[in-house]
T-cell receptor
Framework: SAVISQKPSRDICQRGTSLTIQCQVD?????MFWYRQQPGQSLTLIAT?????????ESGFVIDKFPISRPNLTFSTLTVSNMSPEDSSIYLC????????????FGPGTRLTVT | GQNIDQPTEMTATEGAIVQINCTYQ??????LFWYQQHAGEAPTFLSY??LDGLEEKGRFSSFLSRSKGYSYLLLKELQMKDSASYLC??????????WGAGTKLIIKP
């Protein structure tokens, strides 16, 4: 298994600003993902963070709003840009070793509130 | 479209057994996962099924029937700490996880 840390754990931000969330894995992993989760709801995949190339975004999410970096096999960042109250959510980073059974391990999450 | 269904909420008694069902319709199948998520915490991996049958892991077991698009998670000897949401997720043909909405399990003394 992989141990994942995220920073910050929570933040309160003003409308129109940007926040960068960091995700660090304790071992090299093939795949890293960014999710959003509203309280009481399931996980929504934002994008797959690819090492050395542009992230792969899911429908409804765009790079200008959620730029992602993945400079190496243990680290990734997600930026939430030009925030609005609708971006208030929990943002989760996950990682998979990329071998069967391809299970994902999750970071503790970042609770974002936009005022 | 892709769809995963599981009950929204279930209640059970400490010491008892509970079965949480999950049905799915996805484009392809590369395995089914169960995750546990305590309130305010990240999901943690519980089990994985890719072949039909029952996988047992301590007090937790998971069953899969691919022909029926059906799985269940069985929790035995329930403890208060088992109160959590249980998420069913299916890996589709693109090796992407499709998540259910989760089942909130409430354990009563």
């Amino acid at each position: 298994s992989a141990v994942i840390s995220q920073k910050p754990s929570r933040d309160i931000c003003q409308r129109g600003t940007s926040l960068t969330i960091q995700c660090q894995v304790d071992s090299q992993v093939t795949m890293m993902f960014w999710y959003r989760q509203q309280p009481g709801q399931s996980l929504t995949l934002i994008a797959t963070a690819n090492q050395g190339s542009e992230a792969t975004y899911e429908s409804g999410f765009v790079i200008d709003k959620f730029p992602i970096s993945r400079p190496n096999l243990t680290f990734s960042t997600l930026t939430v840009s030009n925030m609005s109250p609708e971006d208030s959510s929990i943002y989760l980073c996950s990682a998979s070793p990329g071998t069967e059974p391809y299970e994902q391990y999750f970071g503790p999450g970042t609770r974002l509130t936009v005022t | 479209g892709q769809n995963i269904d599981q009950p929204t909420e279930m209640t059970a008694t400490e010491g008892a057994i509970v079965q949480i069902n999950c049905t799915y319709q996805t484009s392809g199948f590369n395995g089914l996962f169960w995750y546990q998520q305590h309130a305010g915490e990240a999901p943690t991996f519980l089990s994985y099924n890719v072949l039909d049958g029952l996988e047992e892991k301590g007090r937790f077991s998971s069953f899969l029937s691919r022909s029926k698009g059906y799985s269940y998670l069985l929790l035995k000897e329930l403890q208060m700490k088992d109160s959590a949401s249980y998420l069913c997720a299916v890996m589709d043909s693109n090796y992407q996880l499709i998540w259910g909405a989760g089942t909130k399990l409430i354990i009563k003394p």
